[in-house]
């Protein structure tokens, strides 16, 4: 008999702090023998996989988002902030 191949993407275990009213909810959409780290996995999954609405967030606190994540740098955010500024002025 040959050992199991070893897995390329290892399972690394996580703890994470919930409120309790959260881990209820979580418990009562899942049944007692579906697997509660499966759930989270693929909620992780399904949120980073999902596109992101650029047009549901206020352009000010898109310009901090990518000034925040290093995307823009100072300059840039300063300019898109003074044009944005000038083109909701009447």
Do not use: H
């Not at 609405?53 to 995307?71: C, K």
Request: net charge positive; hydrophobic share 40%; no cysteine.
């Amino acid at each position: 008999m040959t050992p199991r191949p070893r897995s390329r993407d290892k399972v690394v275990p996580i703890s994470i702090g919930i409120p309790v009213s959260l881990m209820m909810r979580l418990d009562n959409e899942i049944s007692y023998r579906q697997s509660r780290s499966l759930w989270v996995k693929s909620a992780i999954i399904q949120k980073l996989d999902e596109s992101f609405d650029y047009d549901s967030i206020p352009s000010v606190q898109l310009i901090a988002m990518l000034l925040n994540r290093e995307i823009i740098d100072y300059e840039m955010a300063m300019l898109l902030r003074t044009k944005l500024d000038k083109s909701t002025t009447p």
